[in-house]
């Protein structure tokens, strides 16, 4: 019996299932492996070649597809809702191949976690060295008392410290798993890239149009009407930057196009291909792993009606309901944190008066405030005029 201790084996799928089809070809089989003390064991055998590939399934019980089993696709071991498949054709003749979706959907909900802890760590620390930078620049006595119970604060901050640079290594493994994974890129997209040089050229010449929208995703319904609004005065959208905040267009004939923006948690092939189906284009993904986010774009005749991404209002106003939650969870505890320490400046600076690094942190913290609860604002606004809009074409 051979066991292989693996600690972040699910961080690296790919290099797990390496190593397992690299054993299998010395003789050495897997016959178990424990989710919990990361362990694999192999026992000595035969020689054999073997594709594998790891998978997390919804139910502990649930079986492959018959379209993997006809192809040769076998459940080898499993523990808990992983399991390991394993097939002995070689990779190059398999059609089919186990969905790697149940992996993308256990990393990004622990990449959120992780997310979380960092957020809650840094804001921790934001407010300490505060409390400590207005002590030290407003020249106030601090006095040190010893404590009995001293390696109480210092095993809770070293704690802190090894949790942060887990949290970071985590986000880190779990962000680059999950992209190797996704499959974010349209093939139906195809612009006809101009060079920067050429690129620059058309914008001299004013024939390229270049326009910034920042924080769009906030209020996705007036991006929605204004690119549609630059379609019909006869600019044509013709990319849109990394970022998502810059969008470049070409002077042409007036136009109806309907513009939809997207928030996803998961946006696979299968996303990309139903919606490619109806008739829709794809003219930005974003590359952001907190947000994510596909802007779509169908053409239609005056004739026509304006097409909707989704034609159901029930799951328009469930999709609104996510982005709200997702962005007043993620800005609304910062904004909370940041008044705590608002006030806590506003005190000081009445008793010894706003001066230093007093009065910097209370304007830098004030305008945090605004922007942070912007954010919350705009996306709580969206959801109103979405809801707004839908009571009022039901009651049509």
């Known amino acids: 019996m051979k066991k292989v201790w693996r600690p972040f084996w699910s961080y690296d799928i790919q290099k797990t299932e390496q190593m397992i089809s690299e054993l299998g070809q010395e003789g050495y089989l897997l016959v178990r492996m424990n989710r919990w003390t990361r362990c694999f064991f192999f ?67 622990c990449k959120y ?12 620390a934001i407010f300490i060295a505060s409390m400590f930078s207005v002590s030290f620049f407003q020249n106030t006595s601090v006095e040190v008392e010893e404590s009995p119970l001293w390696f109480i604060p210092i095993t809770a901050g070293a704690l802190a410290i090894i949790l942060g640079m887990f949290s970071v290594y985590s986000f880190l ?28 050229h058309l914008i ?7 326009k910034r929208k920042i924080g769009w995703m906030y209020a996705p319904d007036q991006l929605e009407k204004w690119l549609e609004e630059k379609e019909r005065k006869g600019f044509h959208l013709y990319r849109v ?14 136009r109806q196009v ?12 299968q996303y990309y291909e139903m ?58 505890p910062i904004t909370l944190v940041y008044l705590l320490n608002l006030s806590i400046f506003i005190s000081n600076g009445s008793n010894f008066g706003f001066r230093g690094l007093n009065a910097l942190n209370t304007v830098m913290y004030t305008i945090c405030i605004f ?18 809009s839908s009571a009022g074409q039901s009651h049509q």
Not at 241 to 254: E, H, I, L, W
């Open 241 to 254: 930057s990394r970022t998502g905040t810059v969008f470049y267009f070409k002077k042409g004939n007036p």
């Open 173 to 200: 493994k779990l962000n680059k798993l999950i992209k190797s994974f996704s499959e974010n890129q349209d093939p139906s997209k195809r612009n006809e890239a101009f060079s920067k040089e050429r690129e620059k």
């Open 204 to 210: 001299n010449e004013r024939e390229l149009i270049v």
């Open 113 to 124: 976690l992780f997310a979380s802890i960092l957020i809650y760590l840094s804001v921790i």
């Open 275 to 332: 919606h490619r189906d109806a008739g829709w284009k794809s003219v930005f993904t974003s590359k952001s792993s907190l947000q994510k986010w596909t802007i779509w774009s169908r053409a239609y005749g005056a004739l026509e009606e304006r097409p909707n991404l989704y034609s159901d209002k029930i799951h328009r106003l469930k999709h609104a309901r996510k982005i709200v939650f997702s962005y007043s969870l993620l800005f609304l």
């Open 371 to 388: 922007m942070f609860g912007s954010f919350v604002l705009r996306t709580w606004l969206y959801y109103g005029r979405l809801k707004k």
């Open 258 to 269: 309907r513009y939809c923006a997207d928030y996803q948690n998961i946006s696979n092939e």
């Open 43 to 109: 026992e000595k055998g035969m020689p054999t070649a073997l594709s594998c590939q790891i998978g997390y399934s919804r139910l502990k019980n649930e079986t492959l597809s018959e379209g993997l089993m006809e192809d040769g696709w076998r459940k080898g071991v499993q523990s808990g809702r992983w399991y390991i498949a394993v097939n002995e054709k070689q990779p190059m003749l398999l059609k089919t191949f186990p969905s790697r979706e149940g992996i993308i959907k256990r990393s990004l909900q």
